[in-house]
Structure formats: C-alpha cells, structure tokens
C-alpha cells in the first residue's frame, strides 16, 4: 500500500515509471489526464455543480411546477378566506420550493416552533406545516384582540396558544382540499401539533420532502409559512402531477361501451316489485268497524284519473287500469318526474 506522502507525489506528477521495452518514462499524472479526467485549463469557464448522491431529486420540474401551480392556487385562496379568520388582511405568496431531506430543513427552525402533521387521505405519509415565530405571535395577537406595543418578543408557546393556532390550520383544511382537488381527491386532517422537534424527526425520519416556503404579511410583520410534503405522498400520483392536468382540469373518465353494456345486462336481471294506487278512501271507525262482505268503498279517483305505479316503493311511473287477456293490466302513460310532475306519453 502506498503511504500519504507516496499518494501525493504520485498526484504531483513526482514518480515516473519506466517502460519494460526500453522506451522513455511516463508521468502517471499525464497518464490520469489522458485517460478522460480533465486538465485545470479544460474546465476553466465552465460551471461545475456538485451532485447530492445522498439525497437525489426525485421529481422532475414538470412535476415540481405542478405543485407549485396547486400551491399558487391555495395561496389566492387564503388570500380570501384567511381575513375571516384573523379578522384583518393576509397576503401569503409562495416563494420558493426545494427538494432535500427533512432532517436538514428542521435543524434549520428555532427551538419554539410549533409543527402541524397533517394527513392528505388516500395518500400515505403526513405533510407538515410551520409558521415562524414573529408570524404566529401576530396571529395570536389578532385572535386575542390585544396589540404588542413595540416589537414582539418570541416567548416559548402555551397551550392556549398552540390551540389557538390549530384553529388556524384547522380552517386552512378545506382551502387545502379546494386547491388539490384537479390533481386529486384529497380529505386533509389535522393528526398533531407539537413543538418537541425530535418527535417530529422521529416520525418523518429521513424522509426526502419537497419544502414550500410561503411569504405571509399580517399587520406589516412578514414571516413565512413553510409547508413539507414527503415523496412517499406524492409518489402514488406521480403521473399526474403535470401542469397541463392541473390548467386543464382533470380529465373526465372515458366509458368503456364493453364495460357499461356488461353493467347494463348484470343490472337488467334484478327484479322490481311493482304496485299500483288505484285510489283513496277515508273512512270513520264506526264505518270501518261495520263493514260487510259486498259493501262498495268509493275511492278517490275517477275512471279517467290516471293512477300511480311505484316501483320499490318510490313514484314512478303514471298509467290507466284496463284487461290483457284474462288478467288486469296497467298501461303506462307517463313519467313521474321529481315525484310531482308527470310527462304524458299517449
């Protein structure tokens, strides 16, 4: 094995070797410039970035642009329905996204920091929301009703306070279901809130996220509102994460002839029960109680009253009473529509 002062004269271009033929030496740091590493003079002008073998993207920037597109979306929504809530105006605006690891975000927050987990149903995983210290504190002053005189000093959060600022979030649900339903039907709640920073890392572990920084302005006081959403949530719908769906809409499900004809000939085999209402009567106890075999009931309807078929139990259909054959029948004449309107077809 070569020693650290051997390596470094072998890098300088120090040791020479000599060919088994007799031909001239060769300097092994030309040698390693020949075969494919390039020289100083090569790369001069050049950008070079570093690659993160550890955490490597996993979206591609049409992907990432999709996300950004339902975020953008959110934040005109909170743009409107925020004000409601802190009872005077918010501006969020997002403004910036990247990829990495959680664990190397997290170190980056103070202490105080309250995160929410929030699970997005069906997908796996939980995302994570956190508002910066000077911007909760400003909430809080807004939901309490007070003002800070002066500049407001970062304190460690009680539990009024975290309740309070679940409120928040909690309102924020339904805009966050709002902005991802043309990607995906989502139904977002809220699992905890916490300000232990390493129960959080422990339940999002390593986990690679995308990270969405939101500028929020209330009261002159700018914080930012940061949101983390894991790959694992966002891989199921990875293929239609594109901002073409998102402009567009998701596009409506094409029906299968085959498959509806199937569905059609399974359903045409169940059966129905079906009555009649050939009319009404309203009689008196007394009359009821002397009723006797051959007494005639007068109904409510007339021989050209058009009578009323349910089909299990539900108005349907109108018709008219007459014989098939040896049998009482009853012709459709109409539809019952709404349960009141009725189409004549004679």
């Known amino acids: 094995m070569l020693s650290q002062s051997e390596i470094d004269a072998l890098l300088a271009g120090a040791i020479e070797l000599d060919q088994k033929d007799g031909s001239e030496t060769v300097n092994l740091a030309e040698l390693i410039n020949q075969t494919g590493a390039p020289k100083p003079e090569e790369t001069k ?25 339902v975020h953008e979306d959110l934040t005109e929504r909170l743009t409107t329905s925020l004000p409601t809530f802190l009872r005077t105006t918010a501006r969020p605006r997002l403004v910036h996204t990247e990829q990495g690891r959680f664990h190397d975000f997290i170190k980056d ?5 309250l995160f929410h987990m929030l699970n997005l149903a069906p997908l796996p995983g939980q995302m994570v929301i956190t508002l910066s210290p000077n911007i909760s504190i400003m909430i809080l002053e807004q939901r309490l009703g007070g003002k800070i005189e002066g500049a407001s000093t970062e304190r460690p959060l009680t539990e009024i306070d975290q309740s309070l600022l679940r409120g928040l979030v909690e309102h924020m649900i339904g805009d966050i279901k709002a902005a991802w339903s043309k990607v995906v039907n989502v139904e977002p709640t ?5 300000t232990n920073q390493h129960w959080v890392q422990m339940v999002m572990g390593n986990e690679r996220v995308m990270l969405l920084t939101f500028e929020l302005q209330i009261q002159g006081v700018t914080g930012t509102m940061s949101m983390f959403i894991p790959f694992t ?3 199921p719908i990875a293929n239609v994460l594109n901002p073409h769906i998102w402009i567009a809409g998701r596009k409506s499900l094409q029906v299968d002839p085959s498959a509806r004809q199937a569905a059609m000939a399974s359903v045409s085999r169940v059966m129905l029960p079906i009555r009649v209402i050939l009319g009404n009567a309203s009689l008196s106890l007394r009359e009821v109680v002397e009723l006797q075999v051959g007494d005639v009931i007068q109904l409510d309807t007339g021989l050209r009253d058009q009578l009323v078929v349910l089909v299990s139990g539900k108005k349907q259909f109108t018709g008219k009473v007459g014989r098939s054959g040896n049998h009482l029948a009853v012709q459709v004449t109409g539809v019952i529509r ?3 309107e009725s189409q004549q077809e004679d």
């Not at 927050?109 to 920091?113: D, H, Q, V």
């Open 45 to 69: 002008g050049k950008k070079i970035t570093a690659y993160n073998f550890w955490s490597p993207d996993r979206f591609s920037k049409e992907q990432m642009r999709a996300v950004e597109l």
């Open 109 to 113: 927050f103070p202490p105080n920091s």
């Open 338 to 340: 709404d349960s009141s």
């Open 233 to 235: 949530t966002l891989k």
């Open 190 to 194: 809220l699992e905890d809130s916490t």
